[in-house]
């Protein structure tokens, strides 16, 4: 499976942008979607999650609120929708695919990644 993110840019704080990732190649509905993000000198940070099939999402405490994230089975695309963007969020955010269910927010849970897609929220 191939994750193509695309969406980020430069925003002021406060303001939104919404992220996507296109799934393309073998698939699976049984796959969980996920966002994570790593900012300079930190480390990945689980952001949000949806399965597949169903829908069920997940959400890191501190996006609760201010983040949502959906997907498009027609186009196989998941986004993330953020609002209220703050300085502290600009990072490189990653779509990735736990292609076996695993049902973890770990990065390591997750088996096929995008390459990024770079968030910067000025203030």
């Known amino acids: 499976v191939q994750l193509q993110a695309s969406g980020g840019g430069l925003v002021q704080a406060g303001g939104s942008l919404r992220l996507s990732c296109v799934v393309s190649g073998r698939t699976n509905s049984g796959y969980i979607m996920g966002w994570f993000r790593q900012a300079p000198g930190k480390e990945r940070e689980f952001v949000a999650a949806?399965?597949?099939?169903?829908?069920?999402?997940y959400y890191a405490d501190s996006m609760k609120g201010r983040f949502t994230i959906s997907k498009d089975n027609a186009k196989n695309t998941v986004y993330l929708q953020m609002n209220s963007l703050k300085p502290e969020d600009t990072a490189v955010y990653y779509c990735?695919?736990?292609?076996?269910?695993?049902?973890?927010?770990?990065?390591?849970?997750?088996?096929?990644w995008g390459q990024g897609t770079e968030v910067t929220v000025s203030s």
């Open positions: 949806i399965r597949w099939n169903g829908g069920g999402t």
């Open positions: 990735a695919a736990d292609r076996w269910n695993r049902g973890s927010t770990r990065p390591g849970s997750f088996d096929s």
